[in-house]
């Protein structure tokens, strides 16, 4: 496994560590501004936090420089962006610019940023990646939704992942890959974090019948059995959440609050475990499974787990507030290891980035290929990416002299040589022709947008 120091800013109560932890990445510092979020994260994740003031540019810069980190991580403060606050650009915006400022002094191989996806049209951003980009980073930016990455939770998140010396979009494909077939729901929750849900016949009237597989069953009498009988009634006191089937988050502004074990829950905020509040249980949302009243409100801890974090974190330092808080701004764990673990393979030479757009069709239109020379230029382009493990360098004259050193380019005869540039310079042309293309596409919208106004 290829090592890599982390470094992680904004941390927070620690799920975005937790996550690259688990993805294989070596935690050597992390730092927040928050008394409460820097002792839950000592708690659970150890003593390698430091409470700091991250506009202190000054201060942080030469610290992070020492430690001289692989990548740096974190997600600044996104409620000057998110669609849940009034989207005015304040201070909290300006920790975007010193989280670019810090990469940029630090120089890691990596970084990896979250935000709302808002962010992406905040001057703040803007500002932040142009300095981010003369800093010499390739910067593949992503909108993702964690119920596709393992979180029971349509989570829609900005991710920015830069590496220094590559293309923009360098890792698109891979966290496309990454992504599973289907959204991972509350039952998909409930069955990986307390096991399945089992029924014993109860020995006496009107006490418990439903357990789970990974707690102390009762005793067994005679009549027990494992599945769940049909005309089961259960007792009060069983699995709440598994009884009723559906559970009530608050909603954003008019959006619906009811949902069944079947779906992911919507983005977890700081409100979310509130109760159904009489205005909404007089005028519910119309698609509504069941009745507000009637579905399950969920815990905090269920809420935790929902984020991501496991089911024995330790939040008992903090006030429920504060809890609620820091849940709601954290990164789900299991999708930080996912992008860990797609950078990892790519770090290690394991994948290498798809052919994006339609490049068969222009070797065909412009160059006159046949079908079988553009099946030829993708496998040698393939197999050029191979010898540079995945590597897209954004300057195409260091693109070839870095697979002219490799080693295994050296011992290929020189035929075979001389098709490998050529295929890298057949996509280098041929992005330029999209990018072109793509400018022309946005400069005619724009003239459209302006006759029209």
Request: charged share 25%; net charge positive; proline share 6%.
């Amino acid at each position: 496994m290829v090592e890599v120091r982390t470094v992680e800013l904004f941390c927070g109560a620690g799920g975005m560590s937790l996550g690259f932890k688990r993805a294989g990445f070596e935690l050597v510092q992390a730092y927040d501004s928050w008394d409460k979020a820097v002792e839950i994260y000592r708690r659970n994740l150890g003593g390698s936090v430091w409470q700091a003031d991250l506009k202190d540019i000054f201060r942080i810069g030469p610290m992070l420089a020492t430690l001289a980190p692989d990548i740096l991580i974190g997600g600044p403060p996104c409620q000057d962006f998110s669609a849940a606050g009034e989207r005015v650009e304040g201070e909290r915006a300006a920790l975007t610019r010193a989280f670019a400022m810090l990469v940029a002094i630090v120089r890691p191989r990596w970084f990896v940023m979250e935000n709302v996806p808002l962010a992406a049209r905040s001057q703040a951003w803007i500002d932040a990646r142009a300095m981010l980009v003369k800093a010499g980073y390739g910067l593949t930016e992503a909108k993702l939704d964690a119920s596709y990455y393992g979180v029971p939770q349509r989570r829609r998140r900005l991710f920015v992942i830069g590496r220094l010396g590559e293309q923009d979009g360098f890792l698109e494909s891979a966290l496309a890959a990454a992504r599973s077939p289907r959204s991972m729901t509350i039952r998909d929750m409930i069955g990986d974090a307390l096991g399945d849900a089992c029924h014993f016949q109860p020995c006496v009237s009107g006490t418990r019948g439903i357990w789970t597989t990974d707690g102390p069953a009762p005793t067994i009498c005679r009549d027990s059995r494992r599945s769940i009988p049909p005309n089961y009634r259960p007792h009060p006191t069983d699995s709440v959440l598994i009884e009723a089937g559906a559970f009530y988050t608050r909603p954003y502004y008019e959006g619906r609050g009811v949902r069944t074990l079947d779906e992911p829950a919507p983005a977890v905020i700081r409100t979310t475990r509130e109760r159904p509040r009489p205005h909404y249980l007089a005028n519910p949302h119309p698609a509504d499974p069941v009745p507000a009243a009637t579905a399950a409100v969920l815990t905090q801890k269920q809420v935790s787990r929902i984020q991501g974090f496991p089911i024995e974190w330790d939040w008992s330092s903090a006030g429920s507030r504060d809890t609620d808080q820091m849940i709601a701004n954290a990164v789900p764990a299991p999708l930080a290891e996912a992008i860990g673990r797609v950078i990892l393979a790519r770090e290690a030479g394991d994948t290498i980035p798809e052919i994006q757009g339609q490049f068969g069709q222009w070797l065909r239109q412009q160059h006159g290929f046949s079908k079988a020379v553009v099946r030829n230029a993708k496998t040698r382009l393939n197999r050029a990416r191979r010898l540079l493990d995945g590597r897209t360098f954004a300057n195409a004259s260091i693109e070839i002299a870095m697979l002219e050193a490799t080693e295994g380019f050296l011992c290929l005869p020189t035929g075979t040589r001389s098709d490998l540039r050529k295929a890298l310079h057949l996509y280098r042309e041929w992005q330029s022709y999209a990018k072109e293309r793509q400018a022309k596409r946005r400069a005619a919208d724009l003239d459209i947008e302006a006759i029209a106004a």
